[in-house]
């Protein structure tokens, strides 16, 4: 039986992971989950006003069946989502307005955009749908030692493919316009990334979906998902920072030993498996593997530089070409790809607890915004977006992998009992590709454990599950 097991990394990642592994190897695994800075990771909330606000990984796409899982489990409670309207602004006009009418909407992306709008859809649907069948798989037991593997078992070489070219190139492809992707895909990138549209085409067409379905976030909070998983799986939560792994051998097996610093020094323990949920990227952490034989070879890419402002204050309409703020309809605008702009996305936003009486402030009022962008604002930049405003509070974070795209994916097993989950991102980043990474490689760990090889890197598997069935 596997008795203790580690988990480096306490986000969703790592509290995932700990319940899942938890699942499959069953109630007497004891669990080590370590984490220097806070439960949740990059799920956090800032507070204004005795209120709380998602500072960052604020939506949750309707098709997140892991995510949906946790809360029933959890007991928790899907947030309403309080309606408003969007525009994409180029830095001197709305290139293209949200109204209340939804078919008014989509005859002016119509009469704008004709059929790329139609390709897209249709583009984004095809990737869905083949993504979707990771859940038969999961639920069969199967898992993947790569994440090309994964990739290929849902779409084929075409899916691994969209992790080495651009969303534009997929996109120019199937017969969207280079306007189309100038104007509308390059603000849904730059809002959800950061970045342009040169970000790989898997990665793009998760986000994409997020844009155009509907969407959800977790009463109270997204962070309370991983607080729960580790309540639930009653995982021993160590606050220390781990600074490297070593290998060692007794009895033929492999042990890892965890070592890490804490507030009362350092100290090590030995664990049959470890599983690393935060990036190793040399940018990113200071991790030492020692004693491995080839040695863990180094991560290659760089972290994309993101800063949210949470502003409690008055939008300054008349920048965006509305002098009086009561006349301004949109809370939330999208910007294109332009130098002079110096913010990503600016989201009038509510708190993680929406009560039944809840209504958003008028666009007059001093309401809290979101303001994302890649540098802090300055005070320059804060009085162009803002009348006015009574407080600011910034998170400075490298949130997103700096998608280039010729890279090769980071590996899933590091050594025979130790994984590596946070390489998932450079797949695409979102909370739901997170968990189905962490049911991943608890599967995956399950079936080398129990030498199960027939249930990993199946060939042919759609085949394979309809007949199981």
Same mark, same amino acid.
């Given at each position: 039986?596997?008795?203790? !097991?580690?988990?480096?990394?306490?986000?969703?990642?790592?509290? !995932?992971?700990?319940?899942?592994?938890?699942?499959?190897?069953?109630?007497?695994?004891?669990?080590?989950?370590?984490?220097?800075?806070?439960?949740?990771?990059?799920?956090?909330?800032?507070?204004?006003?005795?209120?709380?606000?998602?500072?960052?990984?604020?939506?949750?796409?309707?098709?997140?069946?892991?995510?949906?899982? %946790?809360?029933?489990?959890?007991?928790?409670?899907?947030?309403?989502?309080?309606?408003? *309207?969007? !525009?994409?602004?180029?830095?001197?006009? +709305?290139?293209?307005?949200?109204?209340?009418? =939804?078919?008014?909407?989509?005859?002016?992306?119509?009469?704008?955009?004709?059929?790329? %709008?139609?390709?897209?859809?249709?583009?984004? &649907?095809?990737?869905?749908?083949?993504?979707?069948?990771?859940?038969?798989?999961?639920?069969?037991?199967?898992?993947?030692?790569?994440?090309?593997?994964?990739?290929?078992?849902?779409? #084929?070489?075409? %899916?691994?493919?969209?992790?080495?070219?651009?969303?534009?190139?997929?996109?120019?492809?199937?017969?969207?316009?280079?306007?189309?992707?100038? $104007?509308?895909?390059?603000?849904?990138?730059?809002?959800? =990334?950061?970045?342009?549209?040169?970000?790989?085409?898997?990665?793009?067409?998760?986000?994409?979906?997020?844009?155009?379905?509907?969407?959800?976030?977790?009463?109270?909070?997204?962070?309370?998902?991983?607080?729960?998983?580790?309540?639930?799986?009653? !995982?021993?939560?160590?606050?220390?920072?781990?600074?490297?792994?070593?290998?060692?051998?007794?009895?033929?097996?492999?042990?890892?030993?965890?070592? %890490? &610093?804490?507030?009362? #020094?350092?100290?090590?323990?030995?664990? $049959?498996?470890?599983?690393?949920?935060?990036?190793?990227?040399?940018?990113?952490?200071? +991790?030492?593997?020692?004693?491995?034989?080839?040695?863990?070879?180094?991560?290659?890419?760089?972290?994309?530089?993101?800063?949210?402002?949470?502003?409690?204050? =008055?939008?300054?309409?008349?920048?965006?070409?509305?002098?009086?703020?009561?006349?301004?309809?949109?809370?939330?605008?999208?910007?294109?790809?332009?130098?002079?702009? +110096?913010?990503?996305?600016?989201?009038?936003?509510?708190?993680?607890?929406?009560?039944?009486?809840?209504?958003?402030?008028?666009?007059?009022?001093?309401?809290?915004?979101?303001?994302?962008?890649?540098?802090?604002?300055?005070?320059?930049?804060?009085?162009?977006?803002?009348?006015? =405003?009574?407080?600011?509070?910034?998170?400075?974070?490298?949130?997103?992998?700096?998608? $280039?795209?010729?890279?090769?994916?980071?590996?899933?097993?590091?050594?025979?009992?130790?994984?590596?989950?946070?390489?998932?991102?450079?797949?695409?980043?979102?909370?739901?590709?997170?968990?189905?990474?962490? *049911?991943?490689?608890?599967?995956?760990?399950?079936?080398?454990?129990?030498?199960?090889?027939?249930?990993?890197?199946?060939?042919?598997?759609?085949?394979?599950?309809?007949? &199981?069935?």
């Amino acid at each position: 039986p596997l008795s203790p !097991a580690a988990v480096v990394g306490a986000g969703l990642g790592g509290s !995932a992971a700990a319940y899942f592994l938890q699942q499959h190897f069953g109630p007497q695994v004891q669990l080590d989950v370590y984490e220097a800075a806070g439960v949740g990771g990059r799920l956090a909330t800032v507070t204004v006003n005795k209120q709380q606000y998602e500072s960052r990984g604020a939506s949750i796409h309707a098709l997140s069946l892991h995510m949906q899982d %946790f809360v029933k489990i959890l007991g928790l409670k899907q947030r309403r989502e309080v309606a408003g *309207k969007s !525009a994409i602004f180029s830095g001197e006009h +709305f290139i293209l307005e949200e109204t209340d009418w =939804y078919l008014l909407n989509l005859f002016r992306l119509w009469w704008h955009y004709g059929i790329s %709008f139609l390709r897209l859809q249709m583009w984004v &649907e095809e990737v869905m749908e083949k993504f979707m069948r990771i859940y038969k798989y999961q639920a069969h037991g199967y898992a993947f030692s790569s994440l090309e593997e994964l990739l290929r078992s849902l779409g #084929g070489d075409a %899916f691994v493919n969209m992790t080495q070219r651009s969303v534009a190139e997929a996109l120019l492809e199937v017969g969207v316009t280079q306007r189309f992707v100038d $104007d509308v895909i390059a603000a849904v990138l730059r809002s959800s =990334y950061g970045q342009s549209v040169l970000v790989p085409a898997f990665a793009g067409a998760m986000s994409l979906a997020g844009a155009q379905g509907s969407t959800w976030a977790v009463e109270g909070g997204n962070k309370l998902v991983c607080s729960g998983l580790l309540k639930l799986t009653k !995982a021993n939560v160590i606050p220390a920072r781990v600074t490297g792994i070593s290998l060692h051998s007794s009895e033929g097996r492999s042990l890892y030993q965890v070592h %890490f &610093e804490s507030s009362e #020094g350092q100290g090590s323990a030995f664990y $049959d498996m470890v599983v690393v949920t935060t990036p190793l990227h040399p940018s990113r952490s200071n +991790f030492t593997f020692e004693n491995f034989d080839p040695p863990v070879a180094d991560f290659p890419g760089a972290f994309q530089p993101s800063v949210t402002s949470v502003v409690h204050g =008055y939008l300054n309409s008349s920048y965006f070409g509305f002098p009086d703020p009561k006349l301004f309809p949109f809370t939330s605008i999208l910007t294109t790809d332009t130098p002079e702009l +110096f913010f990503h996305a600016v989201d009038n936003i509510c708190p993680v607890n929406i009560s039944a009486a809840f209504r958003r402030k008028q666009p007059q009022e001093a309401a809290v915004w979101r303001v994302l962008s890649q540098q802090p604002l300055d005070k320059q930049q804060l009085k162009t977006l803002f009348r006015s =405003y009574y407080s600011v509070q910034v998170t400075e974070w490298p949130t997103y992998p700096r998608y $280039d795209a010729a890279k090769a994916l980071p590996p899933v097993v590091l050594h025979e009992n130790l994984f590596y989950l946070s390489g998932v991102e450079w797949v695409a980043s979102s909370m739901e590709m997170v968990a189905v990474a962490a *049911k991943n490689v608890a599967l995956l760990a399950y079936n080398r454990w129990h030498q199960e090889l027939e249930k990993i890197d199946q060939k042919d598997l759609m085949h394979k599950v309809k007949t &199981e069935l």
